[in-house]
């Protein structure tokens, strides 16, 4: 179990390095998917102290690799283990936990850790309800795209529906898919 005093210093850490971040990766997203996260460990057996810290952090490198090209879950889990290591009091099992989900949260991978796959899903969640739809995936690629987001939006709604790992991720997604999919089609009909 984390102590207080660690929650306090992981939020710390964290709410420093999402100031780096554009306006879809902040602290309150990180927050978000934290919260998901325990809902989906406790559905799904999950260690809840390893996801809640890899969600907390998992976009922690996310700024400073857009503007330098690398890759922003390698280079986040390596930043979260040197925090949780130079922080002291965190077990080798979590700092394991820990890099592996957040080292993962932006790859495919078919199996893996039960925490892996839970951080993985609550991180895209949030893009998985209409109103997450909308302030998510459309606003990105539309800022982005122009005239080309909503093909765009169609191929990863797709792409990523077809990849949440754990089952409770999956009722939940499906629950919402119909409303997607009315939103797409009335928008498609314009
Ligand atoms: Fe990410
Ligand atoms: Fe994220």
Redesign the pocket.
Known sequence: MLTERQIVQVLRFAELAYEANDKF?TIEHAKESARISLELAKAEGGNEDVCWVSAML??IS?GLCEKNGCD??SEGAKYAKEFLVAAGGFDQQLVDGVYDSIYF??KEFLEGPIERQIVWDA?KLQSFTLDGFKSRLCTYWYERLGEKWLAKVKSEYQFYYDRFHTKTAQLIIAKHRPSIEAYINSLEAQ
Request: no cysteine.
């Open positions: 990766h998992h976009d996310r922003h879950g949260h932006n991180d």
